[in-house]
């Protein structure tokens, strides 16, 4: 059964950037039924949807973070991966993968979630 | 993009049925069919309850039913266990080609 496994630093300096990144396994990244996406959810707060990646390399960000972020895959490793950049404390929060079936809302695999704490 | 519309809390007692509205707009519930529900527990990653509006993913009780009307999707438990308390979010998406959550409903089992 696919998975996704989030990795990176747990803790990210104001005005820095936070890079993460997902590792799919059981299942291809290239595949064109997918879309791999990053959702958020900061201590305590609801879930926030931060954007996707398709396997042409298609992305479609939240339009409050687009100046900031950006998200791209690594077919070879068969990872995709999340930067925001110039962050602030309003960015700590639990990182999440997703993936999600092309053509409907069936986002029926996630990762486990990553803490990401943003503080000097 | 706003935020969808849940209430903050809702509660039943086991056995009785609730419903969560989860209201929106005509730019992306009343505009799509791909409204989802996620049941999440403390500590927990979300889980998919209903996709595109009224299914069920493989797995999910069948106490668990998705509607729509108009701009406002809604989510229906019934015969509730103590085990359906958790928070629960709508997801839809938008004209924008972007996904907006609902800011969550606590459910507590009475």
């Known amino acids: 059964q696919l998975q996704l496994q989030e990795s990176g630093p747990g803790l990210v300096k104001p005005s820095e950037t936070l890079s993460l990144t997902c590792t799919v396994s059981d299942g291809s990244i290239s595949s064109s039924s997918y879309h791999w996406g990053w959702i958020r959810q900061p201590p305590g707060k609801g879930l926030e949807w931060i954007g996707n990646v398709y396997y042409t390399g298609s992305t479609y960000y939240n339009p409050s973070l687009k100046t900031r972020v950006s998200i791209s895959m690594d077919a070879s490793k068969n990872q995709f991966s999340l930067n925001l950049g110039s962050v602030t404390a309003a960015d700590t929060a639990v990182y999440y993968c997703?993936?999600?079936?092309?053509?409907?809302?069936?986002?029926?695999?996630w990762g486990q979630g990553t803490l990401v704490t943003v503080s000097s | 993009q706003s935020a969808l519309t849940q209430p903050a809390s809702v509660s039943g007692s086991p056995g009785q049925s609730i419903t969560i509205s989860c209201t929106g707009t005509s730019s992306d519930i009343g505009n799509y069919n791909y409204v989802s529900w996620y049941q999440q527990h403390p500590g927990k990653a979300p889980k998919l309850m209903i996709f595109?509006?009224?299914n069920r993913p493989s797995g999910v009780s069948n106490r668990f039913s998705g509607s729509k009307s108009g701009n406002t999707a809604s989510l229906t438990i019934s015969g509730l266990q103590a085990e359906d308390e958790a928070d629960y979010y709508c997801n839809s998406y938008t004209t924008s080609f972007t996904w907006v959550f609902g800011g969550g409903t606590k459910l507590t089992v009475l």
């Open positions: 595109d509006v009224t």
């Open positions: 997703t993936k999600r079936v092309a053509g409907t809302s069936l986002r029926d695999n």
